[in-house]
């Protein structure tokens, strides 16, 4: 959407020529738009009101309060960014971020909008024919995106409202005649045709207005205060307009609002009583809490003089500072705080005024509050600025636990919607007695003895509500999830009537079991699936009925709403979850037990009739029995493609599998080689394992960077590098390939020498330091020796190891919890890394084969097992594979690694598996 104040102020210029903003770091001052600004265009003698959207995210929050249904979307898209974001990613993704993202707040909110207009800006950047490329791309791809959302009407049968423009076009998107292209050098007739388009387009909202109207709204839009109310205009409009009475006035105002004059939220009880006529003044409310300039705190800081609060006391410097640092790493704002900004930074500066701001801000669920009493001091939650993650994995719950999941399909809801959800549970728990967390990607409330809390991710558009308690209070458990659910749904269908929610309910019997796959019934008799029908009656099942969970009988009140239990019927119930509770722990201690044994004993080969592909250990890929053949170096194999329907179908079973992007992602590689002052401890060969290893991601559609001889700092800065990319919140997986030296206590080398603790990687990865892969699967592969010994005892160290200087080695970072070993690797699940998957070259104490013609020997292994298998199996499945092959090779050549320990281990959560699914896209 970059370019929109450029058009805006060169379709203004009287002078017809074209003028450009300056954002660049020369600019005078900044001309960013902050929050929306409304313009006039005047066409022909007709005023046109332009809203000019801050396209920064942190402004899209604000976009709500803009939605009309007399407008016209004007969708502007820069061409060198839509050809950046393209070779990054996608096209798909890049129409997606650029034109399809802004679409849904106008979209969602009022489907019934005519077609957009579409501006490509930047033309004067690319060659004629490639231009015209980029511009074929975006428009396919746009029909593409309307075409799926069709299809996905058409499934539901018609029961959600529908985008009028988009099930109706049968040009695609963006038709033909609303399409323009302007460039740095493009004369200005190009604007008069835009001029020409949006004034025609407007006609069939614009109508001849009485002249007492025009006289109505010249006297209302005098008045120099920000806000009134209804009866204040009504009597300052009646000083020089006695005829005007109550009836026309609302007329006139609500006429006002729609054509973008005043703001008057007629509709909403709390905003009722006041039109806010000076609307460039709501937006420095606005930008009270949204803005984007990152140092915005730090100055306020810096120009903060003392004052004395209501209540007469001092606020010093020191104070107002601590009043920022706990918003800013908390997301509370104590009401001191939001009312010295609003009074300093705005024209609301009584107190009065204060709280209708206030109110303003509550009601479109900017924020929440004030807290409860029990807080030091009266408080607001701002949830788009809390921190930290909730964990998004579903473990086996001690107590009850009920568990709703819904699905918002079609055009894609806007990322403060959800955080709006967050508003909408936090409002149904309004007392003193209420105990509230609120995170970035949530929030849980205790009261009454439940927990509620929501979870959210916007970016696989699923909120996930959970209600747990002990058994006895199953009916209140109920009632608190089906109000929280229901409450929520009206919310978004209320004010984004095109959103398309699908609700799935779990079986709280299947939870208590830690079941992969629970029984769930989608969309409940009790569920609000559109605001077509009428409210859902709710229909209790007796606290004695049972009903079948598979072959099991169990108590219906686990799958179904039921009645107040009696007290014999809950000790029952309560005999019968504790039951439930200790085979679920049988089950899951088994299966921990499992997985250890495979740590440390071969994984059984899988034969085609076991799976889809055959996973036998014969490779001739590996180390050629032959003389060293110069050209066998590089491993050139055919990636098989996902071709078994039986894979294919897991590719949407977000259940069962990590969502995949048409880019699978990023990957990068550190490779080691060369290390100062120590020629001895050359690794050779390691330029064959990056380029083996490269050639096998881009094969999967992975983008792959290469960091070449790294010292221990600069390692975690290539690290620290990637994490930060915002490209990764689009992508569906990462890859990070450390070639190096190692040593014991999982320590691995810069060319330096000095040390990297494999605990910092692994911090580098969690989702606070990698919000862009939170709750997506990270694939780690580290090619290092961890020690001198091998499998057969000492038999002497190879010439790559380290030896005594990885001892004498000097670590560059702090100590940090102790990293398990390889040999209780499983424990990993207990700390904060999910959703990793690691395999490592050797175990604790053991050397790591690496030839200096082939590169090492489990670099070949997996980059051979990937090529072969990767469409039929998924990861760990294939590395686990690797380990057996690694095993099996050294043993029966006898190499002088003898048997190399490869170690794989995980922590990815919902008992999904990561499949790369390689040629298949889910179409």
């Known amino acids: 959407m970059a370019g929109k104040t450029s058009l805006i102020r060169t379709l203004q210029n009287a002078d017809r020529k074209r003028v450009l903003t300056n954002r660049g770091p020369d600019a005078v001052r900044d001309e960013t738009t902050k929050v929306f600004n409304v313009e006039e265009v005047e066409v022909d003698g007709t005023v046109l009101r332009v809203i000019d959207m801050g396209g920064q995210e942190v402004y899209h929050i604000t976009y709500q309060l803009t939605l009309r249904q007399n407008c016209i979307p004007v969708i502007v898209v820069n061409m060198e960014q839509y050809e950046e974001i393209s070779s990054e990613s996608t096209h798909r993704e890049a129409v997606r971020r650029l034109a399809f993202d802004y679409m849904s707040h106008l979209y969602l909110a009022n489907p019934t909008l005519g077609a957009p207009k579409l501006i490509f800006t930047h033309k004067d950047k690319f060659q004629n024919a490639q231009f ?163 140092n915005i705190w730090q100055s306020r800081v810096d120009k903060f003089q003392p004052y004395f609060s209501e209540d007469g006391m001092p606020v010093e410097k020191e104070d107002f500072e601590r009043f920022v640092n706990h918003f800013t790493e908390t997301g509370l704002m104590m009401q001191c705080l939001l009312t010295h900004l609003v009074k300093q930074e705005t024209p609301f500066t009584g107190l009065e005024d204060v709280k209708v701001a206030v109110c303003l801000l509550l009601t479109f669920r900017l924020l ?253 890929n590996l180390y050629p029995d032959r003389k060293e053949v110069e050209e066998m170096k590089f491993i050139r194999l055919r990636l098989n493609p996902t071709s078994n329907p039986k894979i294919r ?30 020629p001895d401890l050359c690794r050779k060969g390691s330029d064959v394992d990056v380029e083996n290893m490269s050639a096998m991601l881009k094969s999967l559609k992975f983008d792959v960077v290469t960091r070449t001889n790294l010292k221990a700092e600069e390692m975690l800065s290539a690290v620290k590098s990637e994490v930060i990319k915002e490209e990764h919140e689009d992508l569906g997986c990462h890859v990070l390939v450390i070639m190096t030296h190692g040593g014991l206590n999982n320590h691995i080398y810069g060319t330096d020498l000095k040390r990297v603790k494999l605990t910092d990687v692994y911090d ?76 490592k070259s050797s175990m604790e104490s053991f050397i790591a084969k690496v030839h200096p013609v082939y590169g090492s020997l489990m670099i070949r292994a997996l980059v051979s097992s990937m090529y072969k298998h990767a469409g039929h199996h998924d990861l760990f499945t294939i590395f686990k594979q690797v380990q057996t092959k690694v095993r099996k090779l050294c043993l029966d050549k006898n190499l002088e690694s003898g048997g190399q320990l490869v170690v794989v281990w995980d922590t990815l959560t919902h008992m999904r598996k990561l499949y790369l699914f390689p040629g298949f896209n889910g179409s």
């Not at 006529?277 to 949204?290: M, N």
């Not at 009920?402 to 549970?425: D, H, K, S």
């Not at 990023?666 to 120590?678: E, G, P, S, V």
């Open 132 to 294: 015209q490329k980029l511009r074929k791309n975006f428009l396919e791809t746009s029909n593409q995106l309307c075409e799926e959302m069709i299809r996905e009407e058409k499934a539901l049968g018609g029961e959600f409202a529908q985008i009028k423009h988009f099930s109706e076009s049968t040009e695609g998107v963006f038709l033909g005649e609303d399409i323009y292209e302007v460039g740095k050098d493009d004369k200005y007739e190009v604007f008069d045709l835009i001029k020409e388009s949006l004034l025609q387009s407007s006609q069939h909202f614009v109508k001849p207005l009485p002249l007492v109207w025009e006289e109505v709204n010249e006297k209302v839009l005098s008045i120099p205060s920000v806000y009134s109310t209804f009866d204040e205009i009504l009597k300052y409009v009646q000083t020089e307009l006695q005829h005007i009475e109550s009836s026309q006035l609302d007329i006139i105002l609500t006429y006002m609002h729609d054509c973008g004059k005043v703001l008057w939220y007629k509709d909403i009880s709390s905003l009722r009583p006041y039109i806010f006529h000076k609307i460039s003044e709501v937006t420095k409310l606005l930008c009270v809490l949204y803005h984007h300039d990152p």
């Open 368 to 620: 929440y509050g004030p807290l409860p009493a029990d807080f030091k001091e009266p408080c607001f939650i701002v949830p788009q600025f809390a921190n930290d993650f909730f964990d998004t994995s579903y473990s086996s719950p001690k107590n009850m636990l009920l568990r709703v999941e819904t699905q918002f399909n079609g055009l894609a809801l806007p990322q403060y919607v959800y955080q709006q959800m967050i508003v909408c549970l936090l409002k149904l728990f309004s007392d003193e007695f209420a105990v509230i967390k609120v995170k970035k990607n949530g929030a849980n409330v205790y009261q009454d003895g439940i927990y509620t809390q929501l979870v959210h991710d916007y970016k696989s558009r699923k909120v996930s509500l959970h209600v747990s308690s002990n058994a006895a209070n199953i009916s209140r458990m109920w009632e608190r999830l089906i109000t929280t659910n229901n409450n929520i749904l009206r919310h978004v269908l209320e004010t984004w009537t095109a959103s398309r929610p699908v609700t799935t309910c779990y079986c709280a019997h299947c939870l208590l079991l830690g079941l992969p796959c629970p029984k769930k019934v989608l969309n409940p008799s009790w569920c609000l699936r559109s605001l077509r029908h009428a409210i859902p009656s709710t229909r209790l099942c007796s606290g004695s009925s049972t009903t079948l969970c598979g072959d099991e009988e169990i108590p219906s009140a686990l799958l179904y709403p039921c009645e107040t239990l009696s007290e014999r019927e809950a000790d029952k119930l309560e005999k019968f979850v504790k039951e439930l509770n200790l085979r679920g722990a049988e089950g899951r201690l088994a299966n921990s037990a499992a997985n250890s044994s495979q740590l440390d004993l071969p994984t059984p080969t899988i034969t085609a009739n076991d799976d889809l592909s055959d996973l036998s250990d014969d490779d001739e």
């Open 649 to 678: 179908q897991l590719f949407s079973n977000t259940d069962k599998v990590f969502t995949m992007t048409r880019k699978r992602g990023r990957a990068l590689i550190i490779n080691n080689m060369n290390f100062d002052k120590r």
């Open 764 to 839: 580098l990865l969690t989702p606070l330091n990698f919000p862009g892969m939170a709750g997506k699967p990270k694939v780690v592969i580290l090619e290092v020796c961890s020690g001198e010994r091998s499998d057969y005892g000492q038999r002497g160290i190879d010439r790559f190891d380290i030896g005594e200087s990885q001892k004498e080695g000097e670590s560059i970072s702090p100590p940090l919890a102790k990293v398990p070993g390889d040999k209780d690797a499983e424990a990993m699940n207990r700390l904060n890394y999910d959703d990793l998957l690691v395999v």
